[in-house]
Nanobody, 116 residues
Framework: QVQLVESGGGLVQAGGSLTLSCTASTSTFSRYNMGWFRQAPGKDREFVAGISWSGDGTYYASSVKDRFTISRDNSRKTVFLKMTDLKPEDTAVYYC?????????WGQGTQVAVSS
């Protein structure tokens, strides 16, 4: 079981940028493919971006491609999500998890709110 803590959310105007961080408690972090997910009010949680265990492979939802960048630092047991050109529809609670997901690894998430 991997315990994860997300941070870095906040309120930003449309067109602005934020960088989210997700830090893991486990020393085996570098073995896991990781992903960012989000849940907007009244909607199901959805995939945003994923990264391979080595960091060599990344993939994105079409809605965020070319605006968001996922990266990781295995020495710090942390995965990042750099978000640029934010839109009001990006407003959600953002979570990280392993890929495939670990049901017991969902954290509290970090709130991102984008004003128009």
């Amino acid at each position: 079981q991997v315990q994860l803590v997300e941070s870095g959310g906040g309120l930003v105007q449309a067109g602005g940028s934020l960088t989210l961080s997700c830090t893991a408690s486990t020393s085996t972090f570098s073995r896991y493919n990781m992903g960012w997910f989000r849940q907007a009010p009244g909607k199901d949680r959805e995939f945003v971006a994923g990264i391979s265990w080595s960091g060599d492979g990344t993939y994105y939802a079409s809605s965020v491609k070319d605006r968001f960048t996922i990266s990781r630092d295995n020495s710090r047991k942390t995965v990042f999500l750099k978000m640029t050109d934010l839109k009001p529809e990006d407003t959600a609670v953002y979570y990280c998890n392993t890929v495939p997901n670990s049901a017991n690894s969902w954290g509290q998430g970090t709130q991102v709110a984008v004003s128009s």
